[in-house]
């Protein structure tokens, strides 16, 4: 039985590790400060210690950590696999560890001057850390790992945020530099106690009294044996829960016919994971973006209704009630799911090898296209959305155009140009853009039926097609090299796409490629163009409707 609603668990596991986050930060900041002196480390404990120590730091600290603890051992009872991307490993890896870790730590410096009654100062701190090698490894190993554990629960919350992106490299840079600075303070400040030592002949300044009452060592021994034999039975006791059989089973169904079986209580990501099924996720399964959503085509009757972080989220994308996020869906009976998106449209398929094409004049035909009032779209569709969109059309777009017998030169923003008669005669190559152009048009539709319960308006493209003289060759610098066509055929192009929108068309296309190819496109509207840079008018058929194009382009012997 769920005693409290999963948005409840994550925003309590979320600002307990926020809270613990900025103490951790603090604590590091006061270690950093022996780059200035132990005086100045002193200083900054007894705020640290006025701030942490008084009644409501004491309540918040250790109720962040007991309730952090216990949502991330709730989280690893909850999570039906452990399968899970590299990341996700070694946050819990670092977040295990840390226990046993700490635990002579916190003995020293929490638990003994509570039994004592003798604040621990940081000269004594210092000198117990570093009077062994192993206290001193384990200590280092310790803070690295507290501050990769913190970096990493921060970064799978904040790296979906508008806002990353802008302050990403000055992130980056505070994660890098305080455990240098704190383990350069340590350093530095356990150094100053030798020389203090030498000046002085022992530690006989106030600051560095040494004589104070010790817990006895058997009791401090106990205790951190009790403190490790607690943990390491939570933990224990969390996995043997895991590992009880599931109240019965179910099958996920995926429609190139695989199945997961699963017991109850999985969600339908982690069924994926557990069958080793690709399934993109990039937030991690948090609920913090949609790019692990599935249609559910069978089986959503008596589902278990989406809770209020899902809901927001398919709200935002404004996708339809057959839509769900697999990491949230914990299904209770049977279904068939198909992820909308596929691990492919994470990035553009590979191109089809060219051939060297290097500095030479060849007469070709260009395609420029580009979708219509794209950035209006993605203004209301969160980021993660608008690349998965983007690399569907973009993929739609290279499947038409090599499909045709054309090659991708580059995509331009939501814009794409292609070029066709590398290996080919002009003739050949004017039909094969023509025919892609008419496969654009029929892939637009289709992707405005897969998407039409998500878009608040259709997606129309603008081509331009044209044909003529192109110097095609390796073009470059260093890894940004790729095969491309410059030239005034380019150039025509461009703007015969641009002239497409001015005429709310689909297809603006030159007479000239059109008689190269052997068709005629009488029925549509046949403009004289006057386009900057050319003397000459440029005799353009404007085609509303580039679909049918297909139905009347000649086939090639």
């Known amino acids: 039985m769920t005693i409290i609603s999963a948005t409840a668990r994550k925003k309590t596991h979320l600002i307990s590790g926020a809270v613990l986050g900025v103490f951790v930060l603090s604590h590091f900041t006061n270690h950093a400060l022996g780059l200035i002196s132990i005086e100045a480390m002193e200083a900054g404990r007894r705020i640290f210690t006025f701030v942490w120590q008084s009644a409501p730091g004491t309540i918040l600290l250790y109720g962040a950590l007991l309730a952090h603890v216990a949502m991330a051992l709730d989280s690893l009872y909850r999570r039906q696999t452990l399968r899970m991307p590299v990341g996700e490993a070694l946050k819990i890896i670092f977040g295990l560890s840390l226990p046993f870790l700490l635990i002579p730590h916190v003995v020293a410096t929490r638990v003994e001057p ?31 790992f507290v501050w990769s554990h913190a970096c990493l629960g921060a970064w799978f919350w904040m790296r979906g945020r508008d806002w990353f992106p802008r302050y990403e490299f000055l992130l980056y840079t505070v994660a890098l530099l305080v455990p240098i600075f704190a383990l350069l303070g340590f350093i530095n400040g356990a150094r100053s106690l030798g020389r203090d030592y030498a000046e002085h002949g022992g530690y006989g300044d106030q600051a560095y009294v ?89 089986g959503l009757d008596g589902q278990p209704a989406p809770e209020a972080a ?37 990035g553009i398929k590979t191109q089809l090898a060219r051939q060297n094409g290097g500095g030479r004049e060849r007469r070709v035909a260009v395609l420029f296209c580009d979708l219509r009032d794209f950035t209006r779209i993605a203004e209301h569709k969160l980021p993660y959305d608008t690349v998965f969109l983007l690399n569907r059309y973009f993929e739609m ?50 992707l405005n039926h897969t998407f039409g319960d998500e878009l608040e308006q259709p997606l129309r493209l603008a081509i331009g097609l044209h044909a003529g003289p192109a110097i095609v060759g390796e073009m470059g610098y260093g890894q940004a090299t790729s095969l491309t066509a410059v030239g005034d055929t380019i150039n025509t192009a461009s703007r015969l796409e641009g002239l497409a929108k001015e005429h709310d068309a689909e297809l603006a296309v030159s007479v000239e490629l059109v008689e190269r190819a052997g068709l005629s496109l009488e029925g549509d509207r046949r403009l004289d163009i006057s386009l900057r840079g050319r003397k000459a008018t440029l005799e353009t058929w404007i085609v509303d409707d580039a679909a049918r194009l297909l139905e009347v382009i000649p086939a090639e012997d």
């Open 114 to 144: 509570l039994l004592t009654g003798v604040d621990a100062d940081y000269p004594a701190i210092l000198r117990a850390l570093w009077s062994s090698s192993i206290g001193t490894t384990r200590q280092t190993v310790a803070l690295l």
């Open 210 to 298: 040494s004589e104070r009452p010790r817990l006895d060592p058997a009791l401090a021994e106990t205790i951190r044996l009790a403190f490790y034999g607690g943990f390491a039975g939570l933990i224990g006791g969390t996995l043997a829960l895991r590992a009880m059989p599931a109240r019965g089973r179910i099958r996920v169904r995926y429609p190139d016919g695989r199945v997961a079986a699963v017991g109850l209580g999985f969600s339908v990501l982690e069924a994926s994971r557990a069958a080793g099924f690709p399934h993109v996720s990039v937030c991690g399964g948090r609920g913090r973006c949609s790019t692990c959503r599935v249609r559910v085509i069978e």
């Open 397 to 446: 777009v290279g499947e038409a155009v090599e499909s045709s017998g054309g090659v991708i030169d580059k995509f331009i923003g939501d814009g794409a140009l292609a070029i066709f008669g590398l290996k080919s005669p002009l003739p050949d190559a004017c039909r094969q853009a023509l025919a892609a152009a008419s496969r654009l048009s029929t892939g637009i539709r289709a």
């Open 310 to 346: 899902e809901r927001a989220t398919l709200g935002r994308i404004g996708a339809p009630d057959n839509v769900r996020l697999a990491c949230q869906f914990r299904p209770t009976h049977n279904v068939t799911v198909v992820p909308i998106l596929d691990t492919d449209s994470l």
